[in-house]
């Protein structure tokens, strides 16, 4: 059932801050702790290795910046197709963690199995608890995004980093990087979601005027530094899947290592970046854009926009998140605009050409 919206995928968009209330509602506590499952426990655990597809893929891109940041614990990350060819020498005392909307994608399933015996704990993170994936993990965390029928995955790669955030909350705390305070003050960050993704919802309009503009480009470029780089890859796949349009996501700092000869009038590059600590260096990235005549498209907060939206080709303010989980809230506008572009080129945004929803043959 579609609610009253036109999509699937614009029911799943607008559910995010309903859903990421209720995973953070079964995963924490009024007072500001974890409840995670018995057995997640990161004392002894010397690595992580986390294994998924597609957008599943980048929600583990995001986590390793949060597992190495803020819990001290080497993440590595891998695509399935990749891993379970490689065969990767794994730890005995490391975990792999495998992520997966459907939990039944044959090349993560088979990663799954590869990594059965060779570590500490099998985890998964799926969205289908009844599915192979959950069955065959050690353990398997829900992410409870409700049922997600739009083959471009939205509110299940929310979902799937509010948990992968606690997991790595989790694992600072047992590895005692953190105290139970700093824990509350990430939790309440957090707890301010689905109140900041409102916000970012109410910018549809201006997106959908900004996405009638890039449903005429050919290429579209976007960039990002930090934890907000695997949100670039997120950003270009979902503009690709839908509205058909080539379009690439890279680390700001690769830009003059090959991209920026791409860099013309008629090449929209979205930039997403909060005024964080990085934030100086892709701008002056951004500017390089500019001064090649590049159409950029600064996705910032107020202070970001205010300081460095000047000679963009336009700007997009998002509400004060802290820069850690940023993640998170600017994924709603890379949602919306790869949603607008397909609407203004009139694609079948819920069932692009091409593509299943669960891809059970590898
Ligand atoms: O069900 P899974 O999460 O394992 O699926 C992985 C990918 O096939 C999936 O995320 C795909 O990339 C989406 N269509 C992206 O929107």
Aim: glycine fraction near 6%; charged fraction near 20%.
């Amino acid at each position: 059932e579609k609610a009253g919206y036109k999509h699937f995928m614009a029911k799943e968009i607008a559910e995010q801050p309903v859903v990421i209330a209720d995973a953070l509602k079964h995963y924490t506590t009024a007072e500001g702790t974890l409840r995670l499952p018995e057995g997640v426990d990161f004392a002894n655990v010397d690595r992580i290795t986390m294994v998924a597809c597609g957008t599943a893929s980048y929600a583990c891109h995001v986590a390793k910046y949060w597992f190495e940041q803020i819990a001290g614990l080497p993440a590595e990350i891998d695509v399935a197709s990749e891993f379970r060819y490689r065969e990767p020498p794994l730890s005995p005392q490391s975990w792999a963690l495998f992520v997966s909307q459907s939990g039944e994608t044959a090349d993560t399933l088979a990663a799954l199995r590869y990594a059965s015996g060779k570590v500490a704990r099998v985890v998964s993170v799926v969205n289908v608890p009844t599915s192979s994936i959950a069955r065959e993990s050690d353990l398997s965390l829900p992410i409870l995004a409700g049922v997600e029928i739009g083959v471009a995955s939205t509110k299940a790669f929310t979902c799937q980093l509010t948990v992968l955030a606690l997991l790595a909350l989790k694992a600072a705390l047992d590895r005692g990087r953190i105290d139970a305070a700093t824990l509350a003050g990430h939790l309440q960050s957090l707890r301010n979601l689905p109140g900041l993704m409102n916000h970012a919802l109410s910018l549809s309009t201006p997106i959908a005027a900004i996405a009638d503009d890039l449903a005429k480009a050919q290429d579209i470029l976007f960039l990002g530094r930090g934890a907000m780089f695997p949100l670039a890859l997120e950003g270009a796949l979902k503009l690709k899947e839908i509205s058909y349009i080539h379009a690439e996501g890279y680390a700001s700092g690769e830009l003059k290592h090959g991209p920026i000869a791409l860099i013309d009038a008629a090449v929209p590059v979205i930039v997403m970046a909060p005024r964080d600590a990085l934030f100086e260096k892709t701008v002056s990235n951004m500017q390089e854009v500019m001064a090649r005549h590049g159409k950029v498209l600064l996705i910032s907060d107020a202070q970001g926009v205010a300081e460095a939206g000047a000679g963009a080709w336009r700007t997009l303010t998002l509400p004060d998140m802290p820069p850690v989980f940023a993640p998170i809230l600017y994924a709603l506008p890379a949602q919306l605009l790869a949603y607008h572009t397909a609407i203004a080129k009139g694609t079948d945004v819920d069932q692009p050409r091409n593509l299943a929803k669960s891809v059970t043959v590898e």
